[in-house]
């Protein structure tokens, strides 16, 4: 499945396929030639964390800033891994425990969270504490899962549950900021978003291409990861590809989830 933006050919694009956005070298160059260059920032290691789905957008958004002249920007992947880990929760807990609840997500869940909580530079908050140099949330990922089902065995639920959550993503995030400098100007993350990456969800349209729904309709995909139960709109493959490569030729980025 992928999405575009209303600005023509705006892409990023999912097709359930594997963790990426490791970081590499760069592209093998042996035997190939590269027929267009789209501009990007430098490749990002998700190491030891299921946030593939951050990274790429995050990526996505950075490249089409870049596009759009608004400038070159390192931005933080893991303030939207916080800020989502934050939704599931209301949502795993709101469902009694019956919904999916972990690292895993999907492009459109940091088109949410960005418009909902906005973004902020990497070097401002980059999800590392205590002098980690890579991510490794492991052991996060098992103990909010663990906070969460204690919780729902007890009755009635306690109202003050949400700080104990967000106590741990503190514990192994950070502390995200609520201001902060950016080129001698205060921001907040909302403000940043909106001033300096002129950033609106409304830009994008989620598109995929499966044949048990009608073509030309959007249907809420049935994958566990979409806990937000995001419509895609429905295409045919073919379609679906030639939309990539004409958005390749126009100068846009392309995201796989």
């Known amino acids: 499945m992928f999405s575009f933006s209303r600005n023509p050919w705006l892409l990023f694009i999912g097709i359930l396929l594997a963790e990426v956005a490791t970081a590499q070298p760069g592209p093998p160059t042996d035997g190939l030639s590269f027929s267009k260059t789209i501009p990007h920032t430098s490749i990002k290691d998700q190491a030891n964390s299921n946030t593939c789905w951050s990274f790429s957008v995050t990526s996505l958004v950075e490249s089409q800033s870049i596009r759009n002249g608004f400038g070159s920007f390192d931005l933080s992947e893991m303030f939207t891994v916080r ?4 939704d599931k929760a209301r949502n795993y807990v709101l469902r009694q425990g019956k919904a999916q609840f972990g690292p895993g997500g999907l492009g459109h869940d940091v088109i949410s969270a960005m418009e909902q909580y906005g973004a902020v530079p990497e070097s401002v908050y980059s999800g590392l504490v205590l002098g980690d140099k890579r991510h490794d949330h492991n052991t996060m990922d098992k103990r909010l899962k663990l906070y969460l089902d204690s919780l729902l065995t007890l009755r009635p639920l ?3 549950w ?3 959550f967000t106590s741990l993503l503190n ?3 950070g502390r995200p900021p609520e201001t902060f400098t950016f ?5 907040t993350p909302k403000s940043f978003a909106r001033e300096i990456l002129h950033f609106s969800a409304k830009d994008y349209i989620s598109f995929t291409s499966f044949t048990h729904h009608p073509f030309y309709s959007s249907f809420i995909l049935e994958v566990p990861y979409n806990f937000q139960n995001k ?16 958005s ?3 100068g846009y980025s392309v995201m796989w989830d």
Do not use: V
Request: net charge negative; charged share 25%.
């Open 83 to 86: 800020n989502i880990y934050l």
């Open 183 to 187: 080129n001698e100007k205060i921001y």
């Open 171 to 173: 514990d192994y995030l």
């Open 231 to 246: 419509a895609f709109y429905n295409i045919p493959l073919e379609e679906m590809i030639r939309l990539t490569e004409r």
């Open 162 to 164: 949400m700080e104990g």
């Open 158 to 160: 306690p109202s003050n």
């Open 248 to 250: 390749l030729e126009l």
